[in-house]
């Protein structure tokens, strides 16, 4: 579950004003998610009522599971409605739940917040449609509602209007109310930014400090990594190594895949009209904007942006009378059941990786009195997260309920694999002087990060970090580690023991 752990505690001990200001707990507060905090909210007091168990998160799983599958059904509902196709609208279904990176929001719980926002988001498109169809107003305001709701659950809505713009453009007449819908739209994401910076008030400036990167590579590499999030359903780390050690897996998996997507791209270019085309192309880079913005990506993020390519694909070869191959979709979907099973799998690993580590975290009786440093933590193993923020998951499994009471834990370092060998392969710890030390990984594929920062390197306060000996994807094996604070104990996490760090000096 991650930070899930640290985001529930949040949702639980802050009030309703506090989620719709800004004011929740251990989050930050240029991120505005207030519905999807009350629905985490909702879904603990559900659990508790129905599953006793304090540690038993089947529940999250099952709800993540019916929405998800709520998403795709909306999905493939406003296909039929434009087409008129059961075809199209099956294969856009299909291609949805089977699309191994979607379903990374159904493993991964912070995901919900996505599938929220893409039920929402579909829904307000759809009434939209039957506005331009009906012009009842009726379907003038629900679609606002819906769109006031995505805009309260995640901020990648805020795109709505552009893509009724182009998807509505595509499917209905020139006299389509189009232009009504884009007033009323527009109008609510004035109101919606007045809302934000009124509670951000002084702090705007800190929205362009933290996310907005103005580097055009950085805008290009993203743009790349949503275009291979869209047609490959591995992580970035997973397919470098795979083709820097000719592995056959992940070579055959991006061939069969990338083969489709091209075959389907072909089928695509079968339409005349290319505006339609460039109409398709504009919806990817519309719907990554906030992305951009943020200045990352990552699989568990392409779901929204799926479903709107699969969606206007679908609607436009249903147009156009171009069938694609049933074969060819039942192989490509077999591949993909058969990576979602693999990922099923590694989540499964992740989830026992992090219980162990926190157990001995617990067993190690740390003083909640003063700062421990942690070095070495896992939080990556492919697509999973682990043990990130782990103050979260320390305070609820120490306190089997959603409390934080002992902030003493600073996860300083993590360490990520590619395969659970390199994951459990330890660390490797060098002397300088009683504060200061060099670390190193052992495993082929390990390598070690520092949550929230790009740089290579980091210094505040209480630390000094310095990365180095980077590896074949741009990691690093190397850490040159300083620690200012008095009074500070470091940890090691080494493989499947947590001991604490004695310099030679300090053992002397």
Not at 230 to 254: H, M, Q, R, T, W
């Amino acid at each position: 579950m991650s930070d899930d752990y640290l985001n529930f505690i949040s949702s639980v001990n802050s009030s309703t004003t506090e989620k719709f200001s800004s004011g929740i707990q251990d989050y930050s507060i240029y991120h505005f998610r207030p519905l999807w905090f009350l629905s985490m909210e909702l879904s603990i007091y559900l659990n508790g009522l129905f599953n006793p168990v304090y540690d038993n998160f089947v529940f999250f799983r099952a709800e993540n599971l019916i929405l998800f599958f709520i998403l795709a059904a909306l999905s493939a509902g406003f296909v039929f409605r434009v087409s008129g196709n059961y075809f199209s609208a099956l294969m856009t279904f299909v291609f949805i739940i089977v699309f191994p990176n979607n379903n990374l929001s159904i493993f991964w719980t912070t995901g919900k917040v996505d599938i929220l926002c893409g039920i929402f988001v579909i829904s307000a498109l759809r009434l939209s449609l039957e506005y331009s169809i009906k012009r009842q107003f009726m379907y003038l305001i629900l679609p606002l509602l819906f769109f006031l709701l995505a805009l309260f659950t995640k901020e990648t809505s805020v795109v709505l209007p552009l893509l009724c713009l182009i998807i509505l453009k595509l499917v209905c007449k020139k006299d389509s109310g189009l232009k009504m819908i884009l007033i009323t739209q527009i109008l609510m994401l004035i109101f919606y930014f007045t809302y934000r910076l009124f509670l951000l008030r002084g702090k705007a400036s800190g929205v362009f400090n933290i996310y907005m990167n103005p580097d055009p590579v950085n805008y290009l590499l993203i743009i790349i990594k949503a275009l291979i999030s869209l047609i490959i359903p591995l992580d970035y780390l997973s397919l470098l190594n795979g083709f820097s050690e000719k592995d056959a897996v992940v070579i055959l998996l991006v061939l069969v895949s990338g083969m489709f997507f091209i075959y389907l791209f072909f089928k695509l270019l079968k339409i005349k009209k290319r505006s339609s085309l460039i109409s398709l192309a504009s919806i990817f880079l519309i719907i990554i904007i906030p992305n951009m913005t943020a200045g990352y990506f990552r699989p568990q993020l392409i779901m929204i942006p799926f479903i709107f390519i699969i969606i206007s694909a679908f609607i436009l070869l249903s147009e156009y009378n171009i069938r694609i191959s049933v074969l060819a979709a039942v192989i490509i979907c077999m591949l993909f059941l058969g990576l979602n099973i693999v990922n099923i799998k590694d989540w499964n690993f992740g989830y026992k990786v992090l219980r162990e580590s926190v157990n001995r975290l617990i067993a190690a009786g740390l003083n909640s009195q003063e700062p421990n440093y942690i070095i070495g933590l896992p939080s990556r193993y492919k697509t999973v997260y682990m043990d990130d923020y782990i103050t979260g998951a320390y305070n609820f499994y120490k306190n089997k309920n959603f409390i934080v009471n002992d902030r003493s834990l600073v996860d300083f370092i993590h360490s990520g694999a590619l395969d659970k060998s390199s994951l459990n392969a330890g660390l490797i710890v060098r002397d300088k002087t009683e504060d200061e030390f060099i670390i190193e990984t052992k495993g082929n594929s390990q390598y070690l990060m520092k949550l929230d920062i790009v740089a290579n390197t980091f210094k505040d306060e209480n630390t000094e970090l310095i990365f180095s000996d980077f590896n074949l994807f741009g990691k690093p094996k190397t850490a040159h580690i300083k620690i200012l604070k008095d009074k500070a104990k470091v940890f090691i996490y080494d493989g499947d023991k947590i001991k604490l760090y004695e310099s030679n000096e300090t053992q002397q």
